[in-house]
């Protein structure tokens, strides 16, 4: 945020002006370009900051001498500053969610004051310095393409390795069941020990392999977001600070993923505290939670026929975050759909808006763990379409009931 704000204010052909929206109330944008003189169209950049947020904003704002108001808007001063502004004139105060008109006027006052005189060494030193940085954008493509192939080819690695693990897990688990459900003889003792350490072993392998995906999914997005043209604020990954327990999770989810909607999951995760993995899965959760929230923001940007679902959104180049495909499953198996209750298991609470009902069936799930139960899943409700615009989580719990736990 620092940056930004060095970056915004040093601009000459702009101006920046964050507005502090306490309730996500829809500000009348309509209007607001009627009101530009020609000369400002385009050159304006509105920046929303979200309720609490306008506190942490106004920390760092304590250097220019300019603060927020609340529900108000404020023009970022430019560097060097003009001489006929000041903290005061910045600031635009009072309730701008249904009258633009006092920002639009301070916006284009602000504009029409003239810029101080530069010192020609000044001047030349500042070209000199946006020259190399242009230099050094235009040189990252040569830099980091590498990187990316090498990242993209290790990710493919290590999605392959994560597969043959669950297949190997999935082949020794049967053959223990078959054992086991046998006899329970002497003789057949041994083979189930040996046959038990190897489902020990290859449920080690798969949980190795689903960390080294991890990492290598999370090196391959950060590389090609380094590549990326930039993306609009709503395009974002969400803040990189993982929740330390599942309160956490919610409380960051309904106040950073202004484009999901999350069920309560305080009693649906119970099962999961306390289990040796449970940061690891509220990681994986949190990095699921912030793609599709992104994934419904760039659909939101983009269109539908773009990105017509989230399996698009997993292939797509200008994805700001990422988790593994294979841990994604669009829909629930043919059978299991078949059977009534395997399938109301499935059924969880939505707007009426979406189903009169109150209530849909949510087969689209993310896998978050695998291994033993409780294997734990993330099933939801893409409405990215409908009428909410918005992703419903219904459920983070336990591996539901399916036809092989029936």
Known sequence: MRDWLRETSASPSSISVPVHDSDRASFSDARVPEGLPPGLMGRVLEYRVFGAQRRPVNRLLQSTDVKLPARGAVILPSRPPRSATDADTLAVKGDLTHDPAPLLDAVVRYASEPWPLVNPEEQRLRMEALTTRHAEEQALPRTFGGAVEDALRATREAETRERAATDELRYVR?????????????????????????????????????????????????????????????????????????????????????????????????????????????????????????????????????????????????????????????????????????????????????????????????????????????????????????????????????????
């Open 174 to 406: 049967a053959r223990f069941a078959a054992l086991a459900t046998t006899a329970r003889s002497g003789a057949l003792a041994a083979a189930l020990h040996t046959v038990a350490r190897g489902l020990q072993a290859a449920e080690r392998d798969a949980q190795a392999a689903e960390e080294l995906l991890d990492a290598q999914t999370v090196e391959f997005s950060h590389l090609r977001s380094r590549l990326a043209a930039p993306r609009p604020a709503s395009a974002r990954a969400l803040t990189a600070v993982v929740p330390n327990n599942w309160e956490e999770l919610s409380h960051q989810t309904r106040h950073e993923c202004v484009h999901l909607v999350l069920a309560d999951i305080t009693e649906t995760t119970r099962a999961l505290r306390g289990h040796p993995l449970e940061q690891v899965w509220i990681r994986r959760t949190w990095q699921t939670l912030s793609t599709l929230n992104s994934y419904a923001a760039a659909k939101t940007a983009h269109g539908p026929q773009l990105l017509p679902h989230l399996a698009a959104y997993l292939r797509w180049p200008d994805a700001a975050t990422l988790f593994p495909t294979t841990r994604h499953a669009p829909r629930e198996s043919a059978r299991l759909m078949a059977s009534p209750r395997l399938h109301e298991a499935r059924c969880f609470p939505v707007p009426r808006t979406i189903h009169p009902s109150g209530r849909v069936f949510m087969g689209e799930h993310i896998r978050i763990g695998s291994g033993r139960p409780p294997a734990p899943r993330l099933h939801l409700y893409d409405d990215t379409g409908g009428r909410t615009g918005q992703i419903h989580i219904g459920y983070i719990g336990t591996h539901l009931p399916s036809l092989r736990t029936s």
